[in-house]
């Protein structure tokens, strides 16, 4: 939603003639800083009883979560992206660790004069999965609730290979540019 107001805001500052007061490094460095607010805050709401208590599955999950990502990130992403696999992988790789201010945390971190357009990239993507998230959001933890947890397994489950298989059919895999 903020992508879609920005770009109104943008085109109505435009039809105002004040658009060029909008630059592309000024809100760059606001992204910045409001990033690191973000991740501040973040670090600041975890709980550390929790984490003192379920040390030992945080710790399964972890690692769990590592290898699914680097096979992702290192595998997936050179077969997926034509141009600059890395920056906009790097997005994935955050988001998938967490949130998605974490991958737009790492973006920044290996491309810090957003050059290579991955950012706005994620943003325009995420619009259409998003309505796909707030189903599983919202629509899981209700099919846990009324029984039917092994149906929502096999649908959590089942979406991997659908991706593979709609990239096959699409023919949007293709070998990496890039050595590996």
């Known amino acids: 939603l903020a992508l879609i107001y920005g770009a109104v805001l943008q085109s109505i500052l435009n039809k105002a003639g004040a658009g060029h ?14 990033t690191d607010y973000l991740v501040f805050f973040g670090f600041c709401t975890i709980k550390k009883a929790v ?45 998938f660790s967490g949130v998605m201010a974490t991958g737009v945390t790492l973006l920044r971190v290996v491309d810090t004069d957003n050059k290579s357009g991955s950012l706005e990239g994620a943003g325009v993507a995420s619009i259409p999965c998003s309505f796909f998230d707030l189903f599983q959001i ?32 699409t023919k949007t895999w293709h070998k990496p540019l890039t050595k590996v």
């Open 21 to 34: 007061y909008v630059d592309k490094p000024t809100m760059t460095r606001v992204g910045s800083t409001v």
């Open 138 to 169: 919202g629509m899981y933890p209700i099919f846990c609730g009324l029984g039917y947890t092994a149906l929502t397994g096999a649908l959590v489950t089942a979406g991997v290979p659908l991706m593979f298989l709609l990239m096959l059919l």
């Open 51 to 95: 984490f003192a208590d379920y040390w030992l599955p945080i710790l399964i999950f972890s690692l769990l979560g590592i290898a699914v990502n680097m096979f992702m990130m290192f595998y997936i992403c050179p077969r997926s992206f034509h141009d600059n696999w890395f920056e906009r992988g790097i997005i994935f790789f955050g988001e």
